[in-house]
């Protein structure tokens, strides 16, 4: 079966450690991969997408990366703040299947501790 | 700012009674998205439309939701009889597709709904 895993236990860290998120999948061949970031009561906001073809992807503070052999994406926030608590969704786009809607794993939790 | 909106913001009904959740996509986006996020199931899609076409529901429970788009401005969700199993938070996205290519979805505030 299809599945998309996101530790779904809450990752604490200090403020101005490195946090790293991570995003395993099973049975999808995705053209793409997505991270988006939600607060509470809000809905997701998007952050980043990394395609099949890329292993690498930054933007300030964050960093993406796509293993398609691991079938795993890790997401990295360094330096990270208090401001960055949140969870943390990704999703991905199935080419098998040809739909065009993403598939969203359950969500980590961030907290950053000042 | 473009910005995704979603009406009622909360919704607090009795089961049996009908619920209608209305989304105002982003103006120029031709994709719209509605999920259901409950703790249990996470983020579920469960209809999208292309240029106001329903693409795909096969998330939703046919014999009690509908999804239609009356116009580019408006998607609405509608729940009849609505079940106590309903309650969750539904979010309408919108994203503009082109081709093939990849896109972003951008969501709205959501809609909490309560079924008693």
């Known amino acids: 079966s299809q599945k998309i895993e996101q530790n779904s236990e809450a990752l604490n860290i200090q403020e101005g450690k490195t946090a790293t998120l991570t995003c395993n999948y099973t049975?999808?061949?995705?053209?793409?991969l997505q991270w988006y970031r939600q607060d509470p009561g809000r809905g997701p906001v998007f952050l980043l997408l990394?395609?099949?073809?890329?292993k690498e992807k930054r933007k300030e503070r964050l960093k993406v990366t796509f293993d398609t052999t691991l079938k795993q994406s890790l997401f990295h926030i360094t330096a990270s703040q208090p401001a960055d608590s949140a969870t943390y969704l990704c999703?991905?786009?199935?080419?098998?299947?040809?739909?065009?809607?993403?598939?969203f794993g359950s969500g980590t939790r961030l907290q950053v501790q000042p | 700012d473009a910005r995704v909106t979603q009406t009622p913001r909360h919704k607090v009904t009795e089961m049996g009674q009908e619920v209608t959740m209305r989304c105002q996509p982003i103006?120029?986006?031709?994709?719209v998205f509605w999920y259901r996020q409950t703790m249990m199931q996470g983020l579920e899609l469960l209809a999208y439309?292309?240029?106001?076409?329903?693409?795909?529901d096969s998330g939703m429970p046919k014999d009690r939701f509908s999804a239609e788009m009356p116009d580019a401005t408006l998607a609405t969700l509608k729940i009849q009889p609505s079940e106590p199993r309903d309650s969750a938070v539904y979010f309408c996205?919108?994203?503009?597709?082109?081709?093939?290519?990849?896109?972003?979805?951008?969501f709205g505030p959501g809609t909490r709904l309560t079924v008693t």
């Open positions: 996205a919108s994203g503009l597709v082109l081709g093939l290519d990849a896109y972003e979805q951008y």
């Open positions: 049975n999808y061949s995705p053209a793409y």
């Open positions: 990394i395609r099949e073809n890329e």
């Open positions: 999703a991905l786009r199935d080419m098998d299947t040809g739909r065009r809607a993403l598939t």
């Open positions: 103006l120029g986006h031709n994709t």
């Open positions: 439309f292309r240029n106001r076409a329903p693409l795909d």
